[in-house]
């Protein structure tokens, strides 16, 4: 039986990396609509955290998948996807998290993977004082990195799955097994 390293890629481990809740990236900037909805009496319990899940990916899919998308296809224009996602992100409370958590995210891969790539986004940001968009950085990042396309768009979508999920578990909405279960 060859060893694990043979049947697993470089791209795989990456992934699961990523994914890992443990990586710093930045995701307690915002609860991404779970706080709010919570306070407006709107999440009530699983029922509605189910129904607020489907819409909120929904959303995602939407809106900021298509800068993901965007900015991994087209890495090297990164400066033009990021204004397009600022002009778009209109409200100024996600616009500020999207910029802290684009900016923590971009940080954590720098210092985690020291690629040239990386550091040259982080010097492009910087250098032009771009906003630094989650999603843009993210597509980008997962460019560098040599990701398969497909892998960075679903790896994005679950890693906001995910905050949200934590955003329910902090709130009391649902417990930890609960929320694995609905993921």
Avoid: Y
Avoid at 4 to 19: N, R, V, Y
Avoid at 47 to 65: N, T, V
Avoid at 117 to 144: N, S
């Amino acid at each position: 039986m060859p060893p694990l390293e043979a049947k697993t890629s470089a791209s795989d481990w990456l992934i699961w990396q990523l994914a890992d809740s443990a990586f710093p990236a930045g995701g307690f900037a915002h609860s991404g609509g779970v706080e709010a909805t919570r306070q407006q009496h709107e999440l009530r319990g699983r029922d509605h955290l189910i129904e607020f899940l489907e819409a909120a990916l929904a959303q995602a899919g939407r809106s900021s998948l298509p800068f993901v998308s965007v900015a991994f296809d087209a890495a090297n224009d990164f400066a033009w996807t990021d204004h397009l996602c600022d002009a778009f992100t209109t409200n100024h409370v996600t616009n500020r998290a999207s910029r802290l958590q684009g900016h923590a995210f971009l940080a954590s891969c720098e210092r985690a993977f020291c690629r040239d790539a990386i550091t040259a986004l982080r010097t492009e940001v910087d250098g032009q004082e771009l906003p630094g968009h989650f999603a843009p950085v993210f597509g980008a990042i997962c460019h560098a990195l040599h990701l398969e396309r497909g892998a960075a768009l679903r790896l994005f979508l679950f890693n906001q799955l995910r905050s949200w999920l934590s955003s329910a578990v902090r709130l009391g909405i649902v417990g930890p097994i609960d929320a694995q279960t609905i993921q």
